[in-house]
């Protein structure tokens, strides 16, 4: 048989945990190519350029 919770949660430790459940903005690194802030893993917006290789035009 599956473990039950002998006690509910009140509403405050409901709401405690559903606070820590948020999406957390990436921490912008400078572009290689051109220097502005790009999001880590992910082709440069601006430039196009991704591990010093053009991918977009
Ligand atoms: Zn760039």
Redesign the pocket.
Known sequence: MAQEPKKRHSRARQGKRRAQIHLVTQKPVM?E??G?P?LPHKI?A??G?YKKQQYIA
């Open positions: 572009c190519n051109c502005k790009t440069c601006n430039c350029y």
